[in-house]
């Protein structure tokens, strides 16, 4: 009896514990300005030159963030670095300086705001320790994972669109997710990105990429 209240007990406070660290969870899309599944003598080509640039969106499916609701919400982080910004299980990034611009949806309150940027800031705190402008725009971001077909749009600021990874864009026969998702996800997947945009304010840069093996698609749950 006591062995049965003791197992009962132990799986009430798995239960809770799980409860308390995933109270957020909802959709991802990143897009890169290099490849991130490729070959690896492809992607040490690319080291140093190229994946200086990244917008990564998020959406919130269902949840809170520090007491405040989120439910469909998004937010995104746009980057630019000295360096390739990207790692792989076995070196870490050497991308030197990076700044980044947050964007956010025009329609969260700004309580909301202010939870869907700090939501940000600790889900990619390497990534948002020079943040030079936080901007409220339309947003929008649909995921098909089976398709690979990842839709985000920040009004005409930040735009991608990625499908899925297709037997002819195969190059060396020895491609492999050559980098990682730059913040923590879940259920991610490589994926061809079509469009990778900015156009905005902020960073001194704007960019108009795609046409690579450059994105991910995944869920985030917190």
């Known amino acids: 009896m006591r062995t049965r209240l003791a197992l009962a007990a132990a799986a009430l406070v798995v239960s809770a514990s799980f409860a308390q660290g995933?109270?957020?969870?909802?959709?991802?899309?990143?897009?890169?300005?290099c490849s991130v599944?490729?070959?690896?003598?492809f992607g040490n080509a690319e080291i140093?030159?190229?994946?200086?640039?990244?917008v990564l969106a998020w959406k919130v499916d269902r949840?809170?963030?520090?007491?405040?609701?989120?439910?469909?919400?998004?937010?995104?982080?746009?980057?630019?670095?000295?360096?390739?910004?990207?790692f792989d299980e076995v070196f870490d990034m050497q991308a030197g300086k990076i700044e980044s611009v947050i964007l956010v949806d025009e329609d969260a309150t700004s309580q909301q705001r202010e939870a869907l940027v700090d939501f940000v800031k600790q889900s990619a705190e390497r990534l948002t320790q020079n943040v030079r402008k936080v901007e409220t725009v339309p947003m929008s971001l649909e995921n098909d994972h089976l398709a690979g077909k990842g839709v985000f749009a920040a009004g005409e600021l930040a735009k991608i669109e990625t499908r899925e990874l297709r037997q002819d864009d195969c190059?060396?026969?020895?491609?492999?997710?050559?980098y990682l998702p730059l913040t923590e996800v879940d259920n991610f997947s490589p994926a061809y990105s079509k469009v990778n945009t900015f156009k905005g304010e902020g960073l001194n840069k704007r960019w108009t990429a795609g046409g690579e093996r450059g994105a991910f698609l995944a869920t985030f749950r917190k």
Do not use: H, M
């Open 22 to 33: 995933s109270t957020i969870k909802g959709q991802y899309l990143e897009a890169r300005t």
């Open 48 to 54: 140093g030159l190229a994946g200086k640039e990244a």
């Open 63 to 86: 949840g809170t963030w520090n007491d405040v609701a989120l439910d469909g919400l998004s937010v995104a982080l746009v980057l630019s670095s000295e360096g390739t910004l990207g």
């Open 171 to 178: 190059v060396c026969s020895n491609e492999l997710v050559f």
């Open 37 to 41: 599944y490729t070959g690896p003598c």
